[in-house]
């Protein structure tokens, strides 16, 4: 049960990320200000700049991909789809 409550937060986040890159998409059509780039190639802390045409560039050719949490897997019982759909959608209002 604890693992399918993990599961719950997990599956909050990414409905979060997926919503923010979907945001993120149709405000860049209609306003192409480009995007900020966190990590370098070799994975290191470095935030910078991406030009509108470097994003969209790297987008195209798949450079740049969108974040994938790893997965929790589903439950076997009932309980545990209860617990973790519940605690998804607690997951915004907890303080």
Do not use: C, H
């Not at 049960?1 to 059509?29: I, K, T």
């Not at 910078?48 to 195209?60: C, H, I, N, T």
């Amino acid at each position: 049960m604890p693992r399918q409550a993990l599961g719950g937060v997990r599956d909050a986040a990414q409905s979060f990320l997926e919503f923010a890159e979907w945001a993120g998409a149709r405000a860049e059509e209609n306003f192409p200000l480009g995007g900020v780039q966190v990590f370098d190639e070799a994975g290191n802390f470095a935030p910078s700049y991406v030009p509108p045409a470097e994003l969209e560039k790297g987008r195209a050719g798949g450079k740049i991909k969108n974040p994938k949490l790893p997965d929790v897997g589903a439950s076997s019982i009932t309980a545990g789809a209860v617990v973790r759909s519940v605690t998804q959608f607690m997951v915004p209002f907890v303080r």
